[in-house]
């Protein structure tokens, strides 16, 4: 299974596609969108929109993962980012991924094992755990941990039905 | 030349196509789009993308306006306005039409003449300014009144440049 995750912002949208092989987890693909700041609001969303889709196109995943987010600076900056958001998560659902949602903690919880760690125990627990050897933007490490987070639920699911159905 | 005004939502997104004719504004089309709420959030969002798509298709607006949005109830309320937002404006930027933002003050100065006017009274103004008969669903009103304050915006920027070309 194939998962694209999606660290969504108006400056940065970081992705990352991370495939699950037994109980290997491989990065297929990561990095940050960044709309140039040059174009208005509206082409700026396309941007977004257009490379979610590309990157779709090109690394095939199965289904799409989103951080929920439940804080922003204020109303304005909350705005901006459901904005970014809903163009990401739109390429998404137009291209036929179903998309799913979890909390940071939820995220933090299923990479780190600790709701509360910070940035750079997420970055560097997810190098770790896909075997990174290059640098890693934090938007695109974000993005790979919500990825991750999402194979760790459906792995689980899948456990669980298998002893149901024992 | 004909603008579409898109009144952003999770719940209710108004939209209303004016034309103007010389000095007449003709409501070409309007109405309210209603996301079923049985479906997925991503699928409510598509839903959106996809009945603004259908609008443009049909009534051939040249641009867009949309209303810019300062205050929400709260941050979550903000992130589901701008998802909501994204998917209308990512329509109208994907099919070719410039977007346009105006804040409600605007659009209030715009069609009452007065900046702090209440919605029932952009609603009473948005029915006699375009002659409509029938009811009007408020969100409709104010995606109407949007795209009269653009057009007016439009029609000002022409007149003055007609007089500086003299």
Same mark, same amino acid.
């Given at each position: 299974?194939?998962?694209?995750?999606?660290?969504?912002?108006? !400056?940065?949208? &970081? =992705?990352?596609?991370?495939?699950?092989?037994? $109980?290997?987890?491989?990065?297929?693909?990561? &990095?940050?969108? +960044?709309?140039?700041?040059?174009?208005?609001?509206? +082409?700026?969303?396309?941007?977004?929109?257009? #490379?979610? *889709?590309?990157?779709?196109?090109?690394?095939?995943?199965?289904?799409? @993962? %989103?951080?929920?987010?439940?804080?922003? !600076?204020?109303?304005?900056?909350?705005?901006?980012?459901?904005?970014?958001? &809903? *163009?990401?998560?739109?390429?998404? %659902?137009?291209? &036929?991924?179903?998309?799913?949602? =979890?909390?940071?903690? +939820?995220? #933090? +919880?299923? /990479?780190?094992? =600790?709701?509360?760690?910070? #940035?750079? $125990? /997420?970055? $560097?627990?997810?190098?770790?755990?896909?075997?990174?050897?290059?640098?890693?933007?934090?938007? @695109?490490?974000?993005?790979?941990?919500?990825? /991750?987070?999402?194979?760790?639920?459906?792995?689980?699911?899948?456990?669980? #039905?298998?002893?149901?159905?024992?």
């Amino acid at each position: 299974m194939r998962v694209l995750g999606i660290d969504p912002g108006s !400056r940065h949208t &970081g =992705y990352g596609v991370v495939a699950a092989d037994g $109980q290997r987890l491989i990065a297929v693909a990561h &990095g940050c969108i +960044q709309p140039p700041p040059d174009r208005s609001f509206a +082409q700026r969303l396309a941007h977004i929109h257009e #490379k979610v *889709a590309a990157v779709i196109d090109e690394a095939a995943p199965d289904e799409m @993962a %989103v951080e929920d987010v439940f804080l922003a !600076r204020n109303v304005k900056s909350a705005l901006r980012l459901g904005e970014a958001r &809903g *163009a990401a998560i739109l390429a998404g %659902v137009r291209m &036929g991924l179903s998309v799913h949602q =979890y909390s940071a903690l +939820q995220v #933090k +919880q299923a /990479v780190v094992g =600790y709701g509360r760690a910070g #940035k750079d $125990q /997420v970055t $560097q627990m997810i190098r770790t755990l896909l075997a990174l050897r290059t640098s890693l933007n934090t938007h @695109a490490a974000d993005a790979l941990a919500v990825a /991750v987070c999402h194979i760790n639920t459906r792995t689980s699911q899948r456990r669980w #039905k298998s002893l149901e159905s024992r």
